[in-house]
Structures are given as C-alpha cells and as structure tokens.
C-alpha cells in the first residue's frame, strides 16, 4: 500500500462544475502540499497545509489531521485549470507524493 | 518564494552519453532537492543536493550514475550518466526554506535513444 493515496486517478468535469480531488496517508507528517503539474513537466505549488483549510482564488484545501486526509476543491472550474494534481506529505525535509490527478475540463 | 530556473527543459540524448541539467534559484535557499518522474508516474527523490558536501541520495540511487554538484546555496547541478533509454523521463529540481514549503523548476524533459 503506497503511503499517499489519491482518488480519482482521472475525473472529467464540464465548465463550471466543482470538482473534489481527496488525498489519504498514512503516515505522520508534518505537512501536506497540494501541487499542480501542467503538461511540460514544471510543478507549481497550490497550497502548503498544517491544519483546517486555506482558499485561494477558486481552490480551497482542507486537511483533518486525525482522520489523515485531505481535499482540494476546485470551485466553478475553467479548461485553464486541466492539469495534474498532486498530493504531497512532508516527513522533515522529505516529500512523498500521491500518484496524481489528472484533471480534465471540458468547456 | 524563490523562482527556479531550470535548464535544458527537454533533451533527446544518444545511449551512452551524459547529461548535466542545471537549477538556479533567485535566492539563498537551505535545501535543494532532485527528482525523477517516470513516464505515468509519480515523482521520486533522487538526492537532497547538500551545499559544500557529497549529495545524499535515496535508495536505488547513485552517485556514480546521478552526480550531483551544489557549489553555493543557489546553484545545482544533476548528470544523468551513461543514459540508457529507461533513464527517459522528467527531472525536476526543487527548493526549500524551512517554514516556506517548496518551489519547483520547470522540468528537463530527458529521451535517451
């Protein structure tokens, strides 16, 4: 079982719609990154979580410490924001990442 | 946070031969740190790129294969060594500040034929 685990693997959303990536691990961490991974390759850095929820444009991550698990909510989504999403626990400096979510949207 | 700078972004290399791709960031950061992602897979850490020292590297990894140069704390350098068409894949490089999370370069794009 891989340490971080994140569902869908793929999720196809029309314009507008809300669109929830989840992100499980299992073991202690000291945070957790939601990551964005655009078809070149570079990795932009969404959120850096350590508890409850931040907000950012239409993106909100939440994370619950106890149950170990994490959300990232994509509010009225647009084609711009087709990508990969990536979960990420940091153990000390070290980074674990989730398989990824690839996000399509359709206009 | 800083900004990475991350070149070649893509590459299509003889088997054989060596690869260098170099990371600058735009500030003094405590650690760097370099990747692989496989094609359809999730990333996978290579080395953390010590300033002034030997890298120290993950299992099923090694420095003869990935030498790693980190002369000063905005600067590093990943070979990739007598490639192999599975050495095909993305390198990343990424930085951190302690509190600050993590900043990524663009990505090397490696095809070894």
């Known amino acids: 079982k891989n340490e971080v685990e994140q569902s869908p693997q793929n999720l196809t959303a029309q314009e507008g719609e809300f669109i929830t990536i989840n992100c499980s691990y299992s073991v202690g961490i000291s945070a957790l990154h939601w990551l964005q991974q655009h078809p070149g390759g570079g990795i932009v850095s969404l959120f850096m979580?350590?508890?409850g929820k931040k907000k950012h444009g239409r993106l909100i991550a939440t994370i619950n410490i106890q149950e170990k698990h994490s959300s990232l909510h994509i509010t009225a989504s647009h084609p711009r924001d087709s990508a990969v999403y990536i979960c990420?626990?940091?153990?000390?400096?070290?980074?674990?990442f989730g398989g990824g979510t690839r996000v399509l949207v359709k206009p | 946070s800083a900004v990475i700078s991350q070149k070649p972004s893509r590459d299509i290399c003889q088997r054989g031969t060596s690869l260098t791709i170099q990371c600058q960031v735009d500030?003094?950061?405590?650690?760097m740190f370099w990747y692989r992602q496989q094609p359809g897979q999730s990333l996978t850490l290579i080395a953390t790129?010590?300033?002034?020292?030997?890298?120290?590297?993950e299992s099923g990894f090694v420095i003869d294969k990935f030498p790693i140069s980190r002369p000063n704390l905005t600067f590093s350098t990943l070979t990739v060594s007598n490639m192999s068409p599975e050495d095909s894949s993305i390198y990343l490089c990424s930085a951190s500040e302690r509190g600050y999370g993590y900043t990524f370069g663009s990505g090397t794009r490696l095809t070894v034929v």
């Open positions: 500030s003094q950061v405590t650690m």
């Open positions: 990420a626990v940091q153990a000390g400096n070290k980074l674990t």
């Open positions: 979580l350590s508890s």
């Open positions: 790129a010590n300033q002034g020292s030997e890298a120290t590297y």
